[in-house]
């Protein structure tokens, strides 16, 4: 499975970005993807994440703000970011993980939020 991350960019706060992580290889083994974020010198941190029975689940922050979404049929999982802050600052990087139990990471995208 590849992953390939893009959408990020810098915006103002109260501002919106969506973020696209385009999927190739062994779709048909995916259990779940998401989406993740990553702060300097901290661990990454779950954003929004579907499972394979479709269930959505958001952290607190992410709640009412923003919106995972996925196209089966473009092999895409979006993230559709709403009313940003600066503390949304980060490295956002899309993961699948396989029936396996196999993960797999894009590449960061960068999402700066100025005041």
């Known amino acids: 499975v590849q992953l390939q991350a893009s959408g990020g960019g810098l915006v103002q706060a109260g501002g919106s970005l969506t973020l696209s992580c385009a999927v190739s290889g062994s779709t048909f083994n995916i259990n779940s993807v998401g989406w993740h974020r990553q702060f300097p010198g901290k661990s990454r941190e779950l954003v929004a994440s579907?499972?394979?029975?479709?269930?959505?689940h958001y952290e607190e922050f992410a709640k009412g703000r923003f919106t995972i979404s996925r196209d089966i049929a473009k092999n895409l999982v979006s993230l559709q970011m709403d009313r940003l802050q600066r503390d949304d600052t980060g490295n956002y990087f899309c993961?699948?993980?396989?029936?396996?139990?196999?993960?797999?990471w894009g590449q960061g995208t960068l999402v700066t939020v100025s005041s």
């Open positions: 579907i499972g394979k029975d479709d269930t959505i």
């Open positions: 993961l699948v993980v396989a029936v396996t139990g196999e993960m797999y």
